[in-house]
């Protein structure tokens, strides 16, 4: 019985060895979603702003953003990476960046103000009122956003719908979709536009913003980086970051919901 345990040990620390040798050759497969943070509502007559544009989402699994097809399969050596999750945009800023090494998906664009056109992003902000054409989106990350309601002088109007990742804003009344993503295992939408009066992003989405009261516009939502690894990949992270992690399947799978622009994900 010894000598059949210590031989079955053996093996087993062969094929460990086997296994760790083939992903230091080769480099570990890793699945990514990135989502930067939606934009903020134009700056100036609150319903009369557009409302800002959701984060570009960028994935190589199950779905991505921009009507694109899934990201091409990405490996990572043993070594450190940058890690980025970009804030919600404040009130007429462009939400910011998220990126995960050479991955970056770009912030969504903020409304327009009175006739003025939203900003473009990864979705584009919805337009102002009387007529402002919305931002346009990023391609393979996020759509257009609508534009806003025309009328004369004096009339109380709605701006422009924001574009989300999943289909443009179309005019005052239509946000765009956002996309749903299963990496963290559970089916989870991100990068969702707004109405103008839909309030603020919620955190680690991506979601555009709209005004939160008819006196308080909205920001938008902080954006999030989701990857996964082998279980056997040891993985550190720069002080900056939260993150939490799962084992799914036969990976582990890591969201970040905070780091800095200065911070990094080490892969031992």
Do not use: H, W
């Amino acid at each position: 019985m010894a000598v059949t345990s210590m031989a079955n040990s053996s093996i087993r620390d062969f094929q460990k060895f086997n296994t760790m040798n083939a992903f230091n050759n080769i480099g570990f497969p890793v699945s990514y979603l990135v989502v930067a943070g939606g934009g903020g509502t134009g700056n100036g007559v609150l319903e009369q702003c557009g409302a800002g544009g959701a984060g570009g989402m960028r994935s190589n699994f199950g779905s991505t953003g921009g009507g694109g097809s899934v990201e091409d399969a990405f490996t990572l050596r043993r070594g450190t990476y940058s890690v980025v999750v970009g804030a919600g945009g404040a009130v007429g800023a462009d939400g910011s960046d998220s990126s995960f090494y050479t991955v970056k998906s770009s912030g969504g664009g903020f409304g327009g103000t009175r006739s003025a056109a939203g900003n473009l992003g990864g979705s584009g902000g919805g337009g102002g009122d009387f007529g402002g054409v919305g931002g346009a989106g990023t391609s393979g990350q996020g759509f257009a956003g609508g534009t806003g309601q025309g009328s004369a002088p004096g009339a109380l109007t709605d701006g422009g719908a924001s574009g989300g990742a999943g289909s443009a804003g179309s005019g005052s009344t239509s946000a765009g979709s956002g996309v749903s993503n299963s990496i963290t295992g559970s089916a989870v939408t991100y990068s969702s536009g707004k109405l103008v009066t839909a309030g603020s992003g919620a955190d680690n989405t991506g979601d555009g913003s709209g005004t939160s009261s008819s006196t308080s516009a909205g920001s938008g939502g902080s954006g999030v980086v989701i990857f996964a690894l082998p279980v056997q990949a040891s993985v550190t992270f720069s002080g900056g970051v939260t993150q939490t992690s799962a084992v799914v399947g036969v990976n582990k799978v890591y969201t970040v919901t905070v780091a800095g622009p200065t911070d990094t994900v080490t892969i031992g």
